[in-house]
């Protein structure tokens, strides 16, 4: 991986701007870029191409490979933070979600668990359909 730091002039306004890399202006091959620094360190200038750039690139770069967040820890979390009984009440009263069909309490929950993991959590008072 090429280390050494590039010159990097970045021009902007409401309507347009210019982006240059060691004095020469890459606008025309860039749709977009994102620039994030963090204190103590050089910037991280990450540039995406405009899909009217043919595929071929000659020149320098600091090529970064991302590695895709495990979900396991998120979705851990997020499950544990369930109220099982709050769950079980709230999939019996959704009856749009049983079609009575085998295994469709379970169905339901984890329809249910999809919908509120996607933000359509709504807090509402479920009739007690299970006694407690």
Not at 48 to 77: N, Q, R, W, Y
Not at 110 to 116: A, G, H, P, T
């Amino acid at each position: 991986m090429d280390d050494q730091l590039r010159q990097v002039r970045i021009t902007a306004d409401q309507a347009t701007g210019t982006v240059a890399l060691d004095g020469r202006d890459i606008s025309s091959h860039v749709s977009g870029y994102s620039l994030r620094q963090n204190a103590s360190q050089p910037a991280e200038l990450v540039l995406f191409l405009s899909p009217m750039t043919k595929d071929d690139f000659e020149g320098l770069a600091h090529v970064i490979v991302g590695v895709p967040p495990d979900p396991g820890p998120a979705a851990a979390a997020f499950l544990s933070a369930i109220d099982a009984g709050e769950l079980e009440r709230h999939a019996l009263a959704r009856h749009d979600l049983m079609d009575g069909g085998p295994n469709e309490l379970t169905r339901a929950m984890l329809r249910l668990l999809s919908e509120w993991a996607l933000g359509g959590w709504q807090p509402q008072e479920v009739a007690d359909a299970v006694p407690q």
